[in-house]
C-alpha cells in the first residue's frame, strides 16, 4: 500500500520561506515521477512542480526561481523549498507519486497560509 504524507505547511509572512516533505511509505520515490500540486479555495489544484526519475524538473511559471523541487532517495522523501511566498501561494499543498500504471497516489495535503 502506497502512502504519502506532507508535512512542513504553516502560517508565514510575505517574502518569507518555507520547506514542506512528503514522505512516501510502499514505493520507491527514485523510480518514477512525482510532483507537487496545491489548490487555493474555489479554484482547480494546479501543478507546481514536478520531478522525474532522472532528476529533470519542471515548474509553473508562477514559482519559477523561487521554488525547488528535489528529491531524497536515501530518506524516500519529495520536498519542495519555497522561497520568497507571496499571498497568492495561500493554498493546500499536495504530493502525487505518478507510477507508470494507475493509479496515481496523493497525500492528505498540508496547508500554507502566507499573510502579514
Known amino acids: 500500500q502506497v502512502q504519502l504524507v506532507e508535512s512542513g505547511g504553516g502560517l508565514v509572512q510575505p517574502g518569507g520561506s518555507l520547506r514542506l516533505s512528503c514522505t512516501v511509505s510502499g514505493a520507491r520515490v527514485s523510480i518514477n515521477s512525482m510532483a507537487w500540486y496545491r489548490q487555493a479555495p474555489g479554484k482547480q489544484r494546479e501543478l507546481v512542480a514536478s520531478i522525474t526519475p532522472g532528476r529533470s524538473t519542471n515548474y509553473a511559471d508562477l514559482v519559477k526561481g523561487r521554488f525547488t523541487i528535489s528529491r531524497d532517495n536515501v530518506k524516500n522523501t519529495l520536498s519542495l523549498q519555497m522561497n520568497n511566498l507571496k499571498p497568492e501561494d495561500t493554498a493546500v499543498y499536495y504530493c502525487?507519486?505518478?507510477?507508470?500504471?494507475?493509479?496515481?497516489?496523493w497525500g492528505q495535503g498540508t496547508q500554507v497560509t502566507v499573510s502579514s
Open positions: 502525487k507519486y505518478s507510477p507508470p500504471v494507475p493509479p496515481v497516489y
